[in-house]
């Protein structure tokens, strides 16, 4: 099991409108013969539609037609691709500032940002306000595509200055890893195959960095097992199990487990994937236990495993504003974390980021997009883990309870950088 998470790598590509996100994946899949012959004939037709002339590889991951009629990205796209040694989904990430929601969306379970930079304009504001944004979503690792080395005659003075303020703005946001590739999608140079116009560069590919990257990392932590709650299942003959996603660490039949917020401890007895018997589960499958004591738990309910997460109702916590109104103090939304949902205030808005200097600013409400400090106080009791330890629990979505639309994406503590 734990195999198959390190064979999984899901990444999301990142990065300013028109730096060329959809023709880079478009290409990797191309490239990687991907493809079947009919969604080629499909691009190519698209293509001819809008008189592009050659095949217009970033139809490849627009699926929706006012996407290809508009040539941009709306909506997040997801592509599946194989390699020998790797498996790979791909969250094509809209670039349009209105779009930031989506990207945060793609995001969210990625494990690498694949960051497309435009050499001739290097770092723009929106792709500085991605990276802010995968940086609190817990992104640690990122490949970095500086894109259209053709337009600039492959010119490695121009790659340098893209890379040293790749290099600043990662430091500045407390990134792991960072390769930096200089790359012409629109051609293939240095995608899946090394190029011969940039025999200064002596790195890997963008494919050679995808399948050499760390895989598996949203879901785990260095905290114990998690297992929220989601459903309770009756058995035939008496009894009950619970069922729920496995996250933060393997279970296994015997692990002493801690039922929150009850605070009641017991056993772990049996464990069933898809209705079979096993004797441990990883991260990232669904499964349903049974527990050696009787219990009242319910949705919204979670078992640990030592050390234990916090039971509170008073969140500290980073968030993404996405609501077209300006969030402001004393407003009243519904908050989902794991399977549970309750009612939540924001007591105070403690800071918005500055996105050019990282420097948190006063501010007496959070415009669109917008990234900030805030403090919450919930109906119900949360089980919560800061969100550096644990991606799963310590995240949430807050909800508008007259459009029920989701208005925010939070990160229960405070990121690294910040």
């Known amino acids: 099991m734990e195999t198959i998470t390190k064979d999984l790598l899901r990444l999301a590509t990142i990065g300013s409108v028109d730096d060329g996100k959809s023709t880079l994946i478009g290409r990797l899949l191309v490239d990687t013969r991907q493809l079947f012959d009919d969604q080629l004939d499909a691009v190519a037709a698209a293509s001819e539609k809008r008189g592009v002339g050659d095949l217009d590889l970033s139809f490849v991951t627009d699926g929706l037609r006012a996407e290809r009629e508009q040539g941009i990205t709306i909506d997040v796209a997801y592509r599946y691709a194989a390699t020998p040694?790797?498996?790979?989904?791909?969250?094509?990430?809209p670039g349009h500032v209105q779009y930031t929601r989506n990207m945060a969306t793609g995001a969210s379970t990625a494990d690498l940002a694949l960051v497309v930079l435009d050499v001739a304009h290097g770092l723009k504001e929106q792709t500085r306000r991605h990276l802010c944004i995968a940086a609190l979503l817990g992104v640690s690792t990122l490949v970095v595509a500086v894109n259209k080395m053709d337009a600039v005659q492959w010119s490695e003075s121009a790659f340098r200055g893209v890379f040293d303020e790749v290099q600043t703005v990662a430091r500045e946001l407390d990134f792991a890893d960072v390769t930096t590739i200089p790359v012409c999608a629109l051609l293939g140079d240095n995608v899946v195959?090394?190029?011969?116009n940039t025999a200064w560069y002596e790195g890997p590919t963008v494919l050679e960095a995808l399948e050499s990257s760390q895989a598996g990392a949203w879901t785990t932590s260095r905290q114990g097992?998690?297992?929220?709650?989601?459903?309770?299942?009756?058995?035939?003959?008496g009894g009950r199990t619970y069922a729920g996603m496995v996250n933060g660490d393997v279970v296994r039949i015997g692990d002493v487990v801690t039922?929150?917020?009850?605070l009641v401890t017991t056993t772990i007895t049996s464990?069933?994937?898809g209705g079979a018997p096993v004797l441990e589960a990883g991260v990232g499958l669904s499964i349903d236990v049974a527990l050696a004591h009787e219990t009242d738990a319910g949705r919204g309910d979670l078992l640990a495993s030592s050390p234990l997460p916090t039971v509170t109702r008073d969140?500290?916590?980073?968030?993404?504003?996405f609501g077209d109104a300006p969030l402001r103090s004393g407003q009243r939304l519904r908050l989902k974390h794991t399977t549970k949902t309750t009612p939540v205030k924001i007591v105070s808005l403690n800071g918005v980021v500055d996105i050019a200097t990282l420097r948190i600013e006063p501010t007496e409400q959070f415009e669109t997009n917008e990234i900030g400090l805030v403090t919450l106080q919930t109906a119900d009791y949360l089980v919560v883990d800061d969100y550096r330890e644990n991606r799963v629990t310590g995240s949430f979505v807050l909800i508008d309870e007259v459009t029920n639309a989701t208005v925010a994406a939070g990160m229960v503590g405070r990121a690294a950088f910040l």
């Open 85 to 93: 040694s790797r498996k790979f989904i791909i969250a094509d990430c």
């Open 193 to 196: 195959e090394s190029s011969t």
């Open 225 to 237: 097992a998690r297992l929220a709650i989601q459903w309770v299942l009756r058995q035939p003959g």
């Open 259 to 262: 039922l929150l917020p009850a």
């Open 271 to 273: 464990i069933s994937v």
């Open 315 to 321: 969140l500290d916590a980073t968030i993404c504003w």
